[in-house]
Each structure stands twice: as structure tokens, then as C-alpha cells.
DNA sequence: CGCCGAGTTGAACTGAATCAAGAAACGTGG
DNA sequence: CCACGTTTCTTGATTCAGTTCAACTCGGCG
């Protein structure tokens, strides 16, 4: 039987009074394991899973015409999801790669719907988050609204190193918003 | 008394199921009014309420050193708020101001979250809205990422026409994250 | 050992910012 | 309803941050 530990915990964090309602929600949890370079969603498809990571890194990224755009990072201990595509239902416009061998636990739209109207815990739990999605979103926006490419490295590298540390160079640029060229010129700069 | 059907309606858009706790959230709604000019919130302090706009305009925007930057804005019919400060209990980076005559209903936090407590309707209401808020900034951050200024002009020409129609340009050239020199110029060539 | 993708560096180019000035629109008071 | 001052929008000239294209280095892996 795996460790759901980790999954609770997270749980807790968004809410510690999810704990009531942790006996609904352990069951649906699947284990799973994605190999390097694996998808976790497909642009173009409809996304029906959350993933809890416990082990690796995932990437989010979205392709248009030639160009691919990071948007987001998952490490373990993080909620990772094609979440416009999960809570709407609709063909996603971003794909999920395992960038390292990952493990994580699946929990599916169906089940997760079925808790909803069930639980209001559960219920609970889900608003607090989709706020919590929410915000990571909003600093985002006011980053790229306020602050030159400069300023959104040194800001990533204060909010989360971990990003700079172990993710490679190009996708740590088009998450910025610019070219892999720019941020080594950017990086040359502060030494 | 007040007509809150506008409201009504504008929940059901979310869920339908919401006319089951109507009878709940009614009674906490609020009248106001703002003059042009008016602030509805102010970065540095706690966002206690939602509004729902019934008429008139209201822009969101944060300032930095002497630069301001507009994140939304909404209309008749449609929710406003510091949200992340209002969700978050925390003081706000961003200020909401009436840009024309605004009246519409608040809604406070206090009593929402009481109503959360108590009715799991209302939870998953909340639940849909933070969703939709949600889908707002993701959408907001694909365009950033992927799309040139000329581009992002033209995608918020076609999916929110009455954003360039009744804005002023300083304001619609710093929603896009540019300048309004730029913009005016960008306008001069699509002519 | 040689290949290959990732990262860096250089040079030329370009989209957008900045600074400055003029034109148009707007509100206010006479 | 007009005249005035103020703000908003536009246009032009210049500068600058970031892109593009190309060449070179480095480290991992067959």
C-alpha cells in the first residue's frame, strides 16, 4: 500500500480541516509513474486528472506554431494539472511532461466531482484550491505587468531558486517570457 | 427595496444549482454607489468586499514607483474585487476605482464566509467562482507568453470589444504591458 | 573518440520605450 | 453656449532591451 502521507499533508495546507474529510478522499488516489519526457496531458485533450508529485519534476507548456512557452513547474510535494482543462472540461491548450522520472498520486474528474457534491468539505476543499491556483496566476500577471526581464529573474530566483536550480536554462527563459540568449546575457550581468 | 435579480442571474451563470441557497445570499447583499473617481478598494489595505457591478465601469490596477498598471476591468454585470487580498485577508497590491458613475451590490467577507460554513451550495458556488477567476489570469498569462503587443491588441479587440470601445487608451495600453504611444501606434497600422 | 543538445557569446536588427511637441477632446466656470 | 485650461491622444526622433542568426564551447553519452 503507498505512502498517502504526503497527499494529506498538502491537504492540510490548504485547509487543516480537511483531515474530516481525508477517509472520502484517500481511496481515489492512484499511484503512478511517468518516465522522462512522458506526458501527463496532451494539448488538444480533455485533462481528467490532478496529479500530486512525490518524486520529479513537471513541466507545463503550451505550442504555438514553432514556439513553446513554459508556464509552470511541479516539484514534489506539489499539485500539478492541466487545471483550465480539468475544471472546465474542454480540449487544453497546455501539455504536462515529466522532465525527471516522476511519481505522484492521480485523482480523476469524475471522482472528484462525485466528493464534491457528496462532501461539503471536500467542497471546501476545492474552492480554497482553486483560490490558491488563483493567486499563483494573479503574481504572475502583476510580475509581467511591473517588472522588466531582469527584475522577473531576480524575482524568481528570490520566490523560487528551486526553478533556477534544477531546471534547464531554456525553459526557465520562455517561463520569463524571453530567449534562452537573453537570460544567459541577464545571468552574465549580475555576477 | 432594491432589485438583486441581476444577480440572481449572474450566480446561476456559475451554477445553476445556485438558486437552491438564493434565499441566503440575498439578504446580504448591499447597495452602493460610487462617483467617478471613487476607490472600491486600495492596495495596502484588506479587501473586505465582492461587488457586483450593475451599472457603470471600474478599473483595476496597481502602482509601482511612479508607473501604474491596469490588471482588469469590469462592467455592468460582472463581479470586482481585490480578490487576492479579499481571499487572502492580506493588503492588497492592487486598487479598484470607478471610472465612470458605478452602482451595484456588495457582498462582505465575514458573512460570505459564514455562508460558506454553513450551506455547501455556497461553497461550491465559491468554489465555481474562484475557478472562473482562475481561467481570467490563465488566459492572461497564455497571451503574455505567446503573443506580440500587435497580437494581444487584436485577440482583446475580438474577445472583449467593449474594453476597447469604452476604455481610455492609457488604460487599455497598460492592461496589454505597453506603453500608450505604442499602442496609438499600433492602431495607426491596423487602419 | 566523436556526436549532439544545451549553454554562451558576438553582431546586427527590431519592437517598444522614452522624450518632446503638437492636436484633439473634455470639463468647468463665466 | 462659448472660452479656457487640463488631460488624453497622436506623431516624430532617438535610445534601448530583447530578438535573431551564427559561431563556438562544454559536458554527457553512444
Same mark, same amino acid.
Given at each position: 500500500?503507498?505512502?498517502?502521507?504526503?497527499?494529506? &499533508?498538502?491537504?492540510?495546507?490548504?485547509?487543516?480541516?480537511?483531515?474530516?474529510?481525508?477517509?472520502?478522499?484517500?481511496? *481515489?488516489?492512484?499511484?503512478?509513474?511517468?518516465?522522462?519526457?512522458?506526458?501527463?496531458?496532451?494539448?488538444?485533450? !480533455?485533462?481528467? =486528472?490532478? +496529479?500530486?508529485?512525490? %518524486?520529479?519534476?513537471?513541466?507545463?507548456?503550451?505550442? &504555438?506554431?514553432?514556439?513553446?512557452?513554459?508556464?509552470?513547474?511541479?516539484?514534489?510535494?506539489?499539485?500539478?494539472?492541466?487545471?483550465?482543462?480539468?475544471?472546465?472540461?474542454?480540449? %487544453?491548450?497546455?501539455?504536462?511532461?515529466?522532465?525527471?522520472?516522476?511519481?505522484?498520486? =492521480?485523482?480523476?474528474?469524475?471522482?472528484?466531482? =462525485? *466528493?464534491?457534491?457528496?462532501?461539503?468539505?471536500?467542497? #471546501?476543499?476545492?474552492? *480554497?484550491? =482553486?483560490? +490558491?491556483?488563483?493567486?499563483?496566476?494573479?503574481?504572475?500577471?502583476?510580475?509581467?505587468?511591473? +517588472? %522588466?526581464?531582469?527584475?522577473?529573474?531576480?524575482?524568481?530566483? &528570490?520566490?523560487?531558486?528551486?526553478?533556477?536550480?534544477? !531546471?534547464?536554462?531554456?525553459?526557465?527563459?520562455? +517561463? *520569463?517570457?524571453?530567449?534562452?540568449?537573453?537570460? %544567459? #546575457? !541577464? #545571468?552574465?550581468?549580475?555576477?
Amino acid at each position: 500500500m503507498p505512502d498517502t502521507t504526503v497527499v494529506k &499533508n498538502a491537504l492540510l495546507q490548504l485547509d487543516r480541516l480537511a483531515a474530516g474529510s481525508w477517509h472520502l478522499f484517500e481511496p *481515489l488516489l492512484q499511484e503512478v509513474h511517468f518516465d522522462t519526457g512522458d506526458y501527463l496531458a496532451h494539448s488538444g485533450r !480533455i485533462s481528467t =486528472a490532478i +496529479y500530486f508529485i512525490t %518524486s520529479g519534476i513537471v513541466r507545463v507548456f503550451a505550442t &504555438n506554431a514553432d514556439k513553446e512557452v513554459s508556464l509552470d513547474f511541479a516539484f514534489a510535494g506539489q499539485f500539478s494539472t492541466a487545471y483550465a482543462s480539468f475544471i472546465t472540461q474542454t480540449p %487544453s491548450a497546455v501539455s504536462l511532461q515529466a522532465i525527471t522520472p516522476v511519481t505522484g498520486f =492521480a485523482f480523476y474528474y469524475d471522482d472528484l466531482q =462525485a *466528493l464534491y457534491r457528496k462532501d461539503h468539505q471536500v467542497e #471546501r476543499t476545492g474552492r *480554497l484550491l =482553486a483560490e +490558491y491556483q488563483y493567486l499563483r496566476k494573479y503574481h504572475r500577471e502583476l510580475s509581467f505587468l511591473q +517588472y %522588466s526581464a531582469q527584475e522577473r529573474y531576480l524575482q524568481l530566483l &528570490n520566490e523560487h531558486p528551486q526553478i533556477v536550480q534544477q !531546471i534547464p536554462v531554456k525553459y526557465i527563459a520562455s +517561463y *520569463l517570457g524571453i530567449e534562452p540568449e537573453s537570460l %544567459s #546575457r !541577464i #545571468r552574465k550581468n549580475l555576477k
